[in-house]
């Protein structure tokens, strides 16, 4: 399993699913017990990778002004939903933050809870028992921290876009 494969699955269900993400999280565990021990076991170090990439203070600033604030779990679910739009989307949010204004966003979507649960219970299903992870995740986000009375400078067409929040 290398970053292809991980994306193409990623890619395979969120296209089959419509953007539904009760639906996604079903077909991902479909998708990931029907691997070999090796690939469910990569996938999850690959799926625990991006979850990491996306740990920034650029992206936790976009998640913030789209919900009208954003908490540690909040955006943890914000970076796996985000996740499972993906490689161009996420690609596309790591880059410039502030142009997931282009997108569709509704809170129920894009800071969901369970998919990353989805993920684990797929690995376990090929494993048999939950899989920790093999080295732990950053402790802090990369990037500059930022300020909350500034958001609305750093990130200026989501917070045109979403003002009604917060």
């Known amino acids: 399993m290398d970053e292809a494969q991980f994306w193409e699955i990623i890619r395979r269900v969120d296209s089959t699913t419509k953007g539904d993400m009760d639906e996604k999280c079903k077909l991902i565990i479909k998708e990931i017990a029907r691997l070999d021990r090796p690939s469910a076991l990569a996938f999850g170090e690959l799926f625990d990778a991006m979850t990491d990439k996306a740990y920034s203070w650029e992206l936790w600033g976009a998640a913030y002004a789209i919900h009208g604030g954003c908490s540690d779990d909040t955006f943890s679910d914000f970076r796996v939903s985000l996740i499972s739009r993906g490689i161009a ?78």
């Open 89 to 166: 989307c996420f690609e596309k949010a790591i880059r410039d933050p502030d142009g997931l204004a282009d997108e569709e966003i509704d809170d129920d979507s894009w800071f969901y809870e369970g998919y990353q649960y989805a993920v684990s219970a797929g690995v376990k299903a090929v494993i048999g028992k939950q899989v920790m992870r093999k080295t732990p995740g950053p402790t802090e986000p990369s990037g500059e921290e930022w300020d909350e009375d500034k958001v609305n400078e750093l990130y200026p067409r989501l917070s045109e876009k979403f003002s009604d929040r917060g």
